[in-house]
T-cell receptor, first 115, second 111 residues
Framework: DAGVIQSPRHEVTEMGQEVTLRCKPISGHNSLFWYRQTMMRGLELLIYFNNNVPIDDSGMPEDRFSAKMPNASFSTLKIQPSEPRDSAVYFC?????????????FGPGTRLTVL | GQQLNQSPQSMFIQEGEDVSMNCTSSSIFNTWLWYKQDPGEGPVLLIALYKAGELTSNGRLTAQFGITRKDSFLNISASIPSDVGIYFCAGQVGNTGKLIFGQGTTLQVKP
């Protein structure tokens, strides 16, 4: 069975450029989560969706970050414009139902480097 | 905001030794979880704890949900080289899907 799929796996871009990270959740999972991992701040929840609707975006650092889930099988996290401090590993996770964290599965992550 | 304090930050042990790590919080959590992350991968769930005082095992791993609901520990017995990785604790916020993660414990095992 396919797990959570993220693309690209690695992204190197220059400051000021737009970056789009993509996620395909596990089929049948109704909740989707975006996390960011850095050495300084650890693993942080940015935003999560339930049935394609954003539920809590309080972790999104600033207006340069936006996330969408146009359908049950696809989500994007966009950074525009990107800055060097956005360099991190971004994880997408999905679960069948929202309040069951023990069923939350993580993707392999996208390593973003902003020069 | 809510924070989890995880310790130790790193451990370097000999194969066969037992390992213990813990997490504390100033807030109460309803669910505690322990994850392992291998290099280049996302975290993978090891153990989930749902009740204060609960002690749960998964093979050589044992975890406990503290009585106060503000702490948890993870023990690994008879460590082996494949135990190498970063271990994270996480607490569930209320009955939401939101998880707060500890800073991680990096474990290295010398054969």
């Amino acid at each position: 069975d396919a797990g959570v799929i993220q693309s690209p796996r690695h992204e190197v871009t220059e400051m000021g450029q737009e970056v789009t990270l993509r996620c395909k959740p596990i089929s049948g999972h109704n909740s989707l989560f975006w996390y960011r991992q850095t050495m300084m701040r650890g693993l942080e929840l940015l935003i999560y969706f339930n049935n394609n609707v954003p539920i809590d975006d309080s972790g999104m650092p600033e207006d340069r970050f936006s996330a969408k889930m146009p359908n049950a099988s696809f989500s994007t996290l966009k950074i525009q414009p990107s800055e060097p401090r956005d360099s991190a590993v971004y994880f997408c996770a999905s679960s069948p139902r929202l309040a069951e964290p023990d069923t939350q599965y993580f993707g392999p992550g996208t390593r973003l480097t902003v020069l | 905001g809510q924070q989890l304090n995880q310790s130790p930050q790193s451990m370097f042990i000999q194969e066969g030794e037992d390992v213990s790590m813990n997490c504390t919080s100033s807030s109460i959590f309803n669910t505690w979880l322990w994850y392992k992350q291998d290099p280049g991968e996302g975290p993978v769930l090891l153990i989930a704890l749902y009740k204060a005082g609960e002690l749960t095992s998964n093979g050589r791993l044992t975890a406990q949900f503290g009585i106060t609901r503000k702490d948890s520990f993870l023990n690994i017995s008879a460590s082996i080289p494949s135990d190498v990785g970063i271990y994270f604790c996480a607490g569930q916020v209320g009955n939401t899907g939101k998880l707060i993660f500890g800073q991680g414990t990096t474990l290295q095992v010398k054969p």
